[in-house]
């Protein structure tokens, strides 16, 4: 059974940093894309950053460059967002996901449960 969990999510000031996990069972990480998203309330949902299974492919959305860093750890089955700089606006639901294949997709089929992210002061 393919399950995705998230942690690290919480509160943080403005132009602090966080780090997303994102720990996977019932498959190994190591051949399968992995992709992070976000939900604002009111907003539809958004890809942030996603890694194929090579990890010099690499996708983020323009208004995360150059403040997130995504990253995997294949012998801990987990996959990480590294968040500094963050703004108000990254405040939002943060979802780690897979479509179960090596590309990254923008509809995967399997989500984890989310977790919150709030950037205030």
């Known amino acids: 059974q393919v399950q995705l969990v998230e942690s690290g999510g919480g509160l943080v000031q403005p132009g602090g940093s966080l780090r997303l996990s994102c720990a996977a069972s019932?498959?190994?990480?190591?051949?399968?894309?992995i992709g992070w998203f976000r939900q604002a309330p009111g907003k539809e949902r958004e890809m942030v950053s996603c890694?194929?299974?090579?990890?010099?492919?690499?996708y983020y959305a323009s208004f995360v460059k150059g403040r997130f860093t995504i990253s995997r750890d294949n012998a801990k089955n987990t996959v990480y967002l590294q968040m500094n700089s963050l703004k108000s606006e990254d405040t939002a639901v943060y979802y780690c996901a897979t479509d179960g294949g090596i590309y990254c997709s923008g509809s995967p089929r399997y989500w984890g449960q989310g977790l919150q992210v709030t950037v205030s002061s």
């Open positions: 019932g498959f190994t990480l190591d051949n399968h894309a």
């Open positions: 890694i194929g299974t090579q990890d010099t492919t690499t």
